[in-house]
Antibody, heavy 124, light 114 residues
Framework: EVQLVQSGGGLVQPGGSLRLSCAAS????????MHWVRQAPGKGLEYVSG????????FYADSMKGRITISRDNSKNTLYLQMGSLRADDMAVYYC?????????????????WGTGTAVTVSS | DIVMAQSPDSLAVSLGERATINCKSSQSVLDSFTNKNYLAWYQQKPGQPPKLLIY???SRESGVPDRFTGSGSGTDFTLTISSLQAEDVAVYYC??????????FGQGTRLEIK
């Protein structure tokens, strides 16, 4: 079964840091680009970041650029999002998602498999 | 960034009736080279992650019931559910990927049973 299992969310103080993880199974992880999308409480979806299948191509939304780093460890089938200088408006459920394209090095930029999400709460 | 605007914000439809959700982009998402519209639709049920329904504006994802149809081109798109079922209650989002990697979503349309 194709799965993305997320971990690493939780409560962090303003200005703090957090690393989210997304463990993939059931598919050839190193063939797929991956993405992070977030959803603030009661709000819509917002694109955060993406990374190519080999980790060489990385993209960031302007809203979080400079404060986040996306990475992946293909030997562990795991995607990461390192977040720092967190603010109240970063509070959201963060989803990892698989790019639809199964061609290594290629992106379609829409997502066909999603993790269950991990909640990030920013509060003192 | 390309701004995506959905209408209506919420919609109530009777079981078995047609539901129509609109999505308008601030710029065309039609690529003249590929002749494809870079537009996807997702369904999100309460407490669940989004689910891909439609991509390239009208291609149905595997396993998605054929009552879901995507149409449109350029800047105006529609998701139609031909005969509403109880399990279709959800929020629906459109997403453009024309200006990748700057991806943007519509604000969502909440679909309920009348």
């Amino acid at each position: 079964e194709v799965q993305l299992v997320q971990s690493g969310g939780g409560l962090v103080q303003p200005g703090g840091s957090l690393r989210l993880s997304c463990a993939a199974s059931g598919f050839t992880f190193n063939s797929y680009a991956m993405h992070w999308v977030r959803q603030a409480p009661g709000k819509g979806l917002e694109y955060v970041s993406g990374i190519g299948s080999n980790g060489n191509d990385r993209f960031y939304a302007d809203s979080m650029k400079g404060r986040i780093t996306i990475s992946r460890d293909n030997s562990k089938n795991t995607l990461y999002l390192q977040m720092g200088s967190l603010r109240a408006d970063d509070m959201a459920v963060y989803y990892c998602a698989r790019d639809r394209s199964s061609s290594p090095g290629h992106f379609y930029y829409f997502m066909d498999v999603w993790g269950t999400g991990t909640a990030v709460t920013v509060s003192s | 960034d390309i701004v995506m605007a959905q209408s209506p914000d919420s919609l109530a439809v009777s079981l078995g009736e047609r539901a129509t959700i609109n999505c308008k982009s601030s710029q065309s998402v039609l690529d003249s080279f590929t002749n494809k519209n870079y537009l996807a639709w997702y369904q999100q049920k309460p407490g669940q992650p989004p689910k891909l329904l439609i991509y390239w504006a009208s291609s149905r994802e595997s396993g998605v019931p054929d009552r879901f149809t995507g149409s449109g081109s350029g800047t105006d798109f529609t998701l139609t559910i031909s005969s509403l079922q109880a399990e279709d209650v959800a929020v629906y989002y459109c997403q453009q990927y024309s200006s990748s990697p700057s991806l943007t979503f519509g604000q969502g349309t909440r679909l309920e049973i009348k």
